[in-house]
């Protein structure tokens, strides 16, 4: 079952059925841990809650974004994924300029581990 693509209407509905047995979505979408983290903890009313949200948020997401958090080896449909030739090379050098320059700041201490991620995640989304 580990090697199979997991189904995302599934994967909602045994997180939804989470009200009467928790952690079933989790075994399934191969987080055994947390699984069995909710199985401990289905004498309190929490991962029951969670169940449900993460039911709805399974169901919410398209269908890339749960083949992207779950299904790693899982082939993306053509529209999600940017062709290699639309990458311009001299704004991947400048965004690979600016990311030595903010992790040097980060290094001298001048901004925070949080404050670093945060930019270079914004810089790396100008690449695409």
């Not at 903890?41 to 809650?49: A, C, D, H, M």
């Amino acid at each position: 079952m580990l090697s199979k693509p997991k189904d995302q209407k599934l994967a909602a509905v045994l997180a939804i059925s989470g009200i009467l047995i928790p952690g079933l979505h989790k075994f399934y979408l191969g987080q055994p841990m947390w699984g069995i983290f909710y199985v401990l903890l289905s004498w309190t009313p929490v991962p029951k809650f969670a169940s449900v949200i993460e039911g709805i948020w399974y169901l919410l997401q398209s269908s890339d974004e749960f083949k992207r958090n779950f299904n790693a080896s899982a082939p993306l449909s053509a529209a999600s994924v940017s062709p290699v030739e639309a990458v311009d090379p001299a704004r991947v050098g400048a965004v690979a300029d600016a990311l030595r320059q903010l992790d040097t700041l980060r290094q001298d201490g001048l901004i925070s581990e949080f404050e670093f991620e945060q930019k270079r995640r914004q810089l790396l989304d100008r690449i695409v």
